[in-house]
């Protein structure tokens, strides 16, 4: 009998490690399986974050920098590239062309802080030479509820100026005399949106030079 209890033991160790051994085929390939489903969701969420943060704020290529104003000649150009069509898309906006205008915009003071809703701003000077312009504030995420609509911008039309052309706006929580721009909120920060129309400008926009744009100048802030 002990031949064949041999035997059997044998075959069982056999059956056993064949068992084992398909078992470990098995797990190795669920684990490359697995691993490569990790790296596929993990490209997906960088991919998406990367392009919403990419996204989220302002136009992240081909500005150009005068003072605290940042002109964007591409904005709605039919050449612009991926990153700025997908602003325009995410914003809804439907951008000035080459030969429409020319888009300015500020998130920033003279001095280089950020241009917060909870403080007073002074913004004087003059526009570049344009037919008509406009100028708007935002601030990121919702209005706040609580507040009454308010005024979000001027025009050339409607705002006050001195005899020499020039004008002063103050933007901020406060009520002020004149022209007054209130914030969109209490606190958090804000964006100026500058949109000269039928401007000569447009197709020179690298050639402005400081004074040629409104200075922005922080008075005061909330404590």
């Known amino acids: 009998m002990r031949p064949a209890v041999t035997a059997q033991a044998t075959a069982a160790a056999r059956a056993g490690g064949r068992i084992v051994g398909v078992g470990q085929r098995l797990w190795r390939r669920s684990a490359w399986v697995g691993l490569a489903l990790y790296a596929l969701a993990l490209g ?8 919403d943060w990419a996204t989220r704020g302002g136009y992240p290529f081909g500005g150009v920098a005068v003072g605290a104003w940042t002109i964007w000649p591409r904005a709605g ?8 069509r997908a602003v325009n898309a995410r914003r809804g906006e439907i951008p000035l062309a080459v030969g429409e205008g020319l888009l300015m915009t500020a998130a920033t003071d003279d001095a280089g802080r950020g241009l917060d809703a909870a403080c007073t701003y002074s913004i004087t000077g003059a526009t570049p030479p344009a037919r008509a312009w406009t100028l708007t504030v935002s601030g990121r995420g919702d209005p706040d509820p609580a507040r009454p609509p308010m005024r979000e911008g001027f025009t050339a039309t409607e705002i006050l100026r001195e005899r020499d052309g020039r004008f002063a706006i103050s933007l901020g ?6 022209n007054w721009l209130p914030s969109p909120r209490e606190t958090g920060p804000l964006r100026l949106a500058l949109r000269l129309y039928d401007t000569p400008v447009a ?8 004074d040629a744009v409104p200075a922005i100048t922080r008075l005061r802030c909330r404590t």
Do not use: F, K, N, V
Request: avoid cysteine; charge should be negative.
């Open 44 to 51: 997906a969420g960088l991919g998406l974050a990367s392009a």
């Open 77 to 84: 150009a039919t050449s612009a590239d991926p990153y700025t």
């Open 173 to 178: 929580p406060e009520a002020e005399p004149g």
């Open 203 to 210: 197709a020179s926009a690298g050639s402005l030079d400081r």
